[in-house]
């Protein structure tokens, strides 16, 4: 899906949650070493950087420069744009090579790979026995019992203009194929279901709406799904543009090695 979040990689950068601290504690705790991970589809590096707190070393990439120049700098993470067009072989020599990678983590993006492809090259770069491979993402945002209910009649005006990969976020994951041992974070057909905590305001509410996909493949098409009339429904059921609640992003995730 190259391209899929070039126009919005700014506004990316500054709308999306941040992943809670202790995802990556338990991840590194499942790798008996924390020499090298690699953060793949890593956007604006905000999984690297949570990754580096227990790594010596992160190589994070992503088939999309404009992401990668709103990347946020960290001494261990080393960003790295790869193409659609780079052989795996190349891929496997630059991340480090074969067998070299304790964990593999990929935020928000898995969905939209080329899963046949990805796997074999994830199942070669993986250290053997010990290196883990992790997976997660999120869907809905839980607001109030007056917001949820304006935010659902939203969501379904976007769904002619989502990618058909997609469906494996609105499932949660659930039928995402994950061909890899359990680690005891989910497995094929059963993601373990997390939740994200998050002061919000509107304003960031709103810019996360732009950064969808769906929202600027309907603007592109002369369809601004994000009307003044909408954006003030919004408002309404928020209770008012200064109020700043806390919500709650449902995410789920999947964890597994190789299987020998």
């Known amino acids: 899906m190259a391209g899929l979040f070039d126009k919005q990689a700014e506004i990316y950068l500054d709308a999306r949650p941040n992943y809670p601290s202790h995802w990556y504690s338990k991840l590194a705790a499942l790798t008996p070493h924390h020499s090298l991970a690699w953060d793949v589809g890593t956007g604006n590096g905000q999984a690297a950087l949570g990754v580096a707190e227990h790594y010596e070393q992160v190589i994070a990439t992503d088939v999309s420069e404009a992401q990668l120049k709103c990347a946020i700098p960290h001494p261990r993470v080393k960003y790295l744009h790869t193409p659609l067009s780079l052989p795996d072989d190349e891929i496997v020599r630059l991340i480090g090579g074969e067998g070299s990678v304790?964990?593999?983590?990929?935020?928000?993006?898995?969905h939209w790979f080329d899963l046949p492809t990805f796997y074999p090259l994830v199942a070669r770069l993986l250290r053997k026995p010990g290196g883990v491979f992790a997976v997660w993402g999120y869907n809905d945002i839980a607001v109030s019992p007056t917001f949820d209910p304006v935010m659902k009649r939203f969501h379904d005006t976007?769904?002619?203009?989502?990618?058909?990969?997609?469906?494996?976020?609105?499932?949660?994951?659930?039928?995402?194929?994950?061909?890899?041992?359990?680690?005891?974070?989910?497995?094929?057909?059963?993601?373990?279901?997390?939740?994200?905590?998050?002061k919000l305001s509107f304003d960031g509410f709103l810019r996360m709406l732009r950064s969808w996909s769906a929202v600027t493949t309907a603007k592109d098409r002369g369809i601004d799904l994000l009307s003044e009339r909408v954006v003030k429904e919004f408002e309404t059921a928020w209770g008012g543009s200064r109020v700043v609640p806390s919500v709650t992003y449902n995410a789920f995730m999947l964890a597994g090695k190789v299987k020998l």
């Open 102 to 110: 304790d964990l593999v983590t990929v935020a928000q993006a898995v």
């Open 158 to 198: 976007t769904l002619p203009f989502w990618n058909e990969k997609i469906q494996y976020i609105f499932d949660g994951y659930k039928t995402l194929p994950f061909p890899f041992e359990s680690v005891g974070l989910g497995c094929e057909g059963q993601p373990v279901s997390l939740d994200i905590p998050k």
